[in-house]
């Protein structure tokens, strides 16, 4: 029945603009872009500059932007290359603030006898782009075990960490097991930390326990320190489970699946299939199909071959790529038609019956009965 929806697997760059199409040509690796390109991004000759622009920011690329066009003149103060470097000085310095908040908190629960890993932010950075400020990140995410969820969270308050958004009353909170973070902004530095309890809100998306995590995590060498961050092939599952789930709206994050298959081309077969082992073989095709089409990254032919034949893969591409460079609300979150075509697309993330289960039953509650068919609407509101 899914195959009714999933048309032919789209042509990424022809849905692209100009000004995003020289974007992802700025992004991608090597050194073949010509000298015309460069001069498009660094002076705005014979594109929209605007638009441009707009593009890099909402992306997250200023850092690979910055790094093609640095070389050339500026041609003014306000030329693009200007503003895009004193953005770019102005990442090194958040960075630096990152990677310290990173290491004061890493340090603070390993000394209360509580391991946790980083997800995303400078520690992907320094591993897969080998410099803290050579992509951007808003803030430091740390995954722990969800029974020291409580103990992590005290040891915050005590450390002088004020709550984010609206504190929780005790009484009102929910048992460890069902709690997916907690955020916490240091006063002194401003930095928001994330404390997660399992990698997604839906506990059956890539369902895998902290132990299995910290099992095959890897050392890295970070500001001095060395912490310990996810094995590659979850690593992998994670980013393009991530990307997935917010329909791959930054090109940054695509950029991050780029870092690891230029830089292990080999085990990238291997992380496809741990990705099956846990039931998010769809989004990390999707996630490699993307980096192919718009970066050039080299994938495995399994995975073309797989998005050519497998209908809910198909479904993820075509949905996913009309939201590609797009500011959109997460998928969860559409109301009318938008959301029923996201409804499907997040039930396509996993065929597991649990994570199936839970994303039905958690939008029929939030929703009601506008997210399902009208036939099956009708037999309840009949009921």
């Given at each position: 029945m899914l195959s009714t929806f999933a048309p032919a697997l789209p042509d990424i760059p022809a849905r692209l603009s100009r000004e995003q199409r020289l974007l992802a040509a700025l992004c991608r690796g090597g050194d073949d872009i010509d000298q015309a390109m460069l001069a498009a991004a660094a002076y705005g000759d014979g594109i929209d500059l605007a638009a441009f622009d707009l593009d890099v920011r909402r992306q997250k690329v200023i850092p690979r932007v910055h790094e093609r066009i640095s070389a050339l003149p500026a041609r003014g103060p306000d030329c693009p290359s200007r503003r895009f470097a004193r953005e770019y000085a102005g990442n090194v310095n958040w960075s630096l603030r990152l990677v310290k908040e990173l290491l004061a908190a890493t340090r603070m629960l390993r000394e209360a006898g509580i391991p946790s890993v980083p997800m995303k932010g400078v520690s992907l950075a320094q591993q897969w782009y080998g410099s803290l400020a050579a992509r951007t990140a808003g803030d430091v995410d740390l995954l722990v075990a969800p029974e020291h969820g409580n103990k992590a969270e005290r040891l915050f308050r005590e450390a002088g960490y004020l709550p984010w958004e609206n504190p929780v009353d005790p009484e009102d909170r929910l048992p460890e097991r069902l709690r997916y973070e907690e955020a916490f902004r240091n006063p002194r530095t401003g930095v928001l930390v994330e404390l997660h309890f399992r990698l997604n809100h839906n506990p059956?998306?890539?369902?895998?326990?902290?132990?299995?995590?910290?099992?095959?995590?890897?050392?890295?060498?970070?500001?001095?320190?060395?912490?310990?961050?996810?094995?590659?092939?979850?690593?992998?599952?994670?980013?393009?489970?991530?990307?997935?789930?917010?329909?791959?709206?930054?090109?940054?994050?695509?950029?991050d699946l780029d870092r690891m298959l230029r830089a292990?081309?080999?085990?990238?077969?291997?992380?496809?299939?741990?990705?099956?082992?846990?039931?998010?073989?769809?989004?990390?095709?999707?996630?490699?199909?993307?980096?192919?089409?718009?970066?050039?990254?080299?994938?495995?032919?399994?995975?073309?071959?797989?998005?050519?034949?497998?209908?809910?893969?198909?479904?993820?591409?075509?949905?996913?790529?009309?939201?590609l460079f797009r500011r959109q609300r997460k998928p969860e979150r559409r109301s009318g038609d938008p959301r029923t075509s996201a409804t499907l697309y997040m039930m396509c993330l996993s065929p597991r019956p649990a994570y199936l289960a839970f994303e039905f039953s958690s939008r029929v509650r939030e929703f009601g009965k506008e997210v399902l068919p009208r036939r099956v609407a009708r037999t309840i509101g009949a009921g």
């Open positions: 059956n998306l890539m369902p895998l326990p902290f132990a299995g995590i910290w099992a095959e995590a890897e050392p890295l060498a970070i500001g001095g320190e060395t912490i310990r961050v996810m094995g590659d092939a979850h690593q992998f599952a994670y980013l393009c489970v991530h990307g997935a789930r917010h329909e791959w709206s930054r090109l940054q994050w695509v950029c292990k081309p080999d085990d990238a077969g291997s992380w496809l299939a741990t990705a099956d082992r846990l039931g998010v073989g769809g989004p990390v095709i999707q996630g490699m199909v993307f980096a192919n089409a718009l970066l050039g990254s080299p994938i495995p032919d399994a995975a073309r071959a797989r998005a050519e034949q497998v209908a809910s893969v198909r479904y993820l591409l075509a949905h996913g790529a009309q939201h």
